[in-house]
């Protein structure tokens, strides 16, 4: 048998060379390896990778309606999405001080895209097409849609969805008030559909839609507080046999959801999310189901 002798040096650049060649061979980590964006993260109070270190940046939408918000400030902590907010923050270690907000337009929250913020809160439901685009948390609030009609108008007297077919329907653009008119009611007519809810209300007390749909909450402040000519007519039905949920609304691919979930689901059993919503959504009392 006869034995090659090569320099130490040699052997060892081989070595090496054998290592590098068995590594790149090697499985890499999912998230590195598909060049994704990498969602470590660590729940850590305080201490989350967030869009600014430190703080918390929370987006919604100008005005800021209530009973969501109160006198268009998110940040005064009053009207029920506001305190929520701050529920979520205090669970995530973020005292009020270090809470940032930021005006998001509503269609923007959940469209594809990149995110300036860490969570958005706006009366969003969760839903699978908006999930192509972005993350979400657990549900806050279980919510029914509703139908608002002058009291004067044809829409006054609707007790079922037939009903409401041949009359002039509106609704904001982007909702899942204008998804029930289209998918539920299937009105003759065209439904007339506004960038804001408030444009919706300007027609409804004009008198340019016979009746307009938005969540049960809005439907009880509109008709106690803004249009007092106004009646709530009832609520729609469940008919997907899951409850519409409204959900924080986070980037696609966030590194904070399931801590932010974790949040949301602690302040749901600890019964802060009903003592707030006994707070501030008091007023949504029971409304009869349109048949």
Known sequence: MHFVNRPLGTALCSAVALCAALTSCSPQPEEKASGTKDTSHS??????????PGKLTVGTD???YAPWFADDKPSNGKGFESAVAYAVAKRLGYDRDAVVWQNVPFN?????GAKKFDFDINQISISEER????AFSSGYYDVR?????LKTSKAATAKSVA???DVKLGAQVGTTSLDVINDLVKPTQRPAVYQRNDFAKSALKNGQVDAIVVDLPTAFYITGSEVPEAKVLGQFPNSSGKPEQFGLVLDKDSGITSCVTAAVDAIRKDGTLAALEKKWLSEAVDAPVLT
């Open 163 to 165: 009903d409401l077919k």
């Open 62 to 64: 100008r005005p800021a």
């Open 145 to 149: 849609q509703a139908v608002v009609a």
């Open 43 to 52: 729940c850590t109070p305080g201490g989350l990778a967030t869009e600014v």
């Open 108 to 112: 923007s929250s959940f469209a594809p």
């Open 131 to 134: 999930r192509k685009a972005v």
